[in-house]
């Protein structure tokens, strides 16, 4: 179980785009893979998460502005994000979740292996 690997974050003005990319050697052996954000003083909170099946589930914060790809030729699992506002500005996380339960239900408790995060700073 490799931990996974963050990177693409940074600043950005709202309206912009980033996309930030989850590299670990379990992208295709984990059952799902999921991205997180953290608030400051805030608990962390699922983003999207995609399964080994290739189900995709998001929070509705950013349905329709974020998606959860994986990117084969880089053995990782990218995060889109578009039309970003001031609001997502966070540190992201990537986890592996090694439960198939994790399909139905994004609790953190089911996530194990997480990167060390990338940091998303969107200006107004």
């Known amino acids: 179980q490799a931990q996974p690997v963050e990177s693409g974050g940074g600043s950005v003005q709202a309206g912009g785009s980033l996309t930030l990319s989850c590299h670990t050697a379990s992208v295709e052996s984990a059952h799902c893979v999921g991205w997180f954000r953290q608030f400051p003083g805030k608990e962390r909170e699922g983003v999207a998460r995609?399964?080994?099946?290739?189900?995709?589930v998001y929070a509705d914060s950013v349905k329709g502005r974020f998606t959860i790809t994986k990117a084969w030729a880089k053995n990782a699992v990218e995060l889109e994000m578009t039309m970003l506002k001031p609001e997502d500005t966070a540190m992201y996380y990537c986890a592996l979740s090694w439960s198939e339960w994790c399909r139905e239900n994004g609790g953190l408790e089911l996530f194990s292996d997480w990167g060390q995060g990338t940091q998303v700073t969107v200006s107004s």
């Open positions: 995609r399964s080994r099946l290739g189900t995709t």
